[in-house]
Structure formats: C-alpha cells, structure tokens
C-alpha cells in the first residue's frame, strides 16, 4: 500500500446517488472518465485517476446552489496534469475553440 492509497478510505458510491441533478451530471462524467468516488466527508470525495491521486474533490451531498457546485467540481478537476496526449485533457487556457 502506498502513502497514497493509506488516506483513500471510503467504499466507493455511484455517482448516480447525488440528490442534485446538476452535480449528478458532472459526477457521472468524471467517474466516466476514471475518477474514483468514494463515500468520505460530508457526502463524498473524487480522486483523480492519476496513479497519485494529485487532485482530490470534495462533494457536499446538499450544496446551497447546485449549479455552482457543479461549475466548481468541473473547474478543480481541470488541475489533474493528464499526460501529453490523453483524450480527458481539456484545455487550460480558458479558450475553448
């Protein structure tokens, strides 16, 4: 076990079990693309798919605005480096073609 893996403790949760559709959305497209959820926090916890897990997310299970919420569990996945190459790479600079 790596010092990585010692913090990752909750048994993984379908992100389908969010109360809010908005952040249901966003959850089933990250863990589409290989991010963990696990059952940690308040609600749940993203990690990365790097094998260090560089980025973790937390996600609150009733958020004030969930659209917000959303808006900001897609912008801190956007820090996860993905290696040159990789399809899950969005762009970073903020200008979308």
Do not use: F
């Amino acid at each position: 076990m790596t010092a990585v893996e010692a913090y990752v403790v909750g048994r993984e949760i379908a992100a389908a079990d969010h109360p809010s559709k908005e952040v249901r959305a966003v959850l089933k497209r990250l863990v589409g693309d290989g991010w963990t959820l696990r059952s940690e926090a308040h609600w749940g916890t993203l990690y990365c798919p790097c094998e260090d897990h560089c980025t973790v997310i937390r996600v609150g299970g009733t958020p004030k605005n969930p659209g917000q919420e959303a808006r900001r569990i897609q912008r801190k996945a956007k820090w996860c480096p993905l290696p040159p190459g990789d399809a899950r790479a969005a762009p970073r600079s903020g200008v979308v073609n």
